[in-house]
């Protein structure tokens, strides 16, 4: 299972921390994403952060903005969210695709995900 939390109502420049917890299994050797969805649009990946060799991937209106870390101890990944806009809004889910084979920060590639948290970016 999978567990976000972080999300709130933010205002634009304004920073949050979205963090992804998983019980019931263990996140080594895993890649672990970010994925949004907005009103009236299609699921986009925001991030994606590999568990074991720390490889990243960040959709291009995030770069500068966002980081993906992990500690696996606490089987947690957060997203930190700074400079925040209001197109950044959207319900937010973590995704994990566990011992995963090539990486890929691709829905169709996730196995388990979380039942998201909302947020909103506005004045």
């Known amino acids: 299972q999978l567990a976000e939390s972080g999300g709130g109502l933010v205002q634009p420049g304004g920073s949050l921390r979205l963090s992804c917890a998983a019980s019931?299994?263990?996140?080594?050797?895993?890649?672990i994403g970010w994925f949004r969805q907005a009103p009236g649009k299609e699921r986009e990946e925001v991030s994606c952060?590999?568990?074991?060799?720390?490889?990243?991937y960040y959709i291009d209106s995030v770069k500068g903005r966002f980081t993906i870390s992990r500690d696996n101890a606490k089987n947690t990944v957060y997203l930190q969210m700074n400079s925040l806009k209001p197109e950044d809004t959207g319900v937010y889910y973590c995704?994990?695709?566990?011992?995963?084979?090539?990486?890929?920060?691709?829905?169709?590639?996730?196995?388990?995900w979380g039942e998201g948290t909302l947020v909103t970016v506005s004045s």
């Open positions: 995704a994990a695709d566990l011992y995963y084979a090539s990486y890929q920060c691709s829905a169709g590639a996730m196995d388990y």
């Open positions: 019931g299994y263990s996140l080594d050797y895993s890649v």
């Open positions: 952060i590999s568990t074991d060799d720390d490889r990243t």
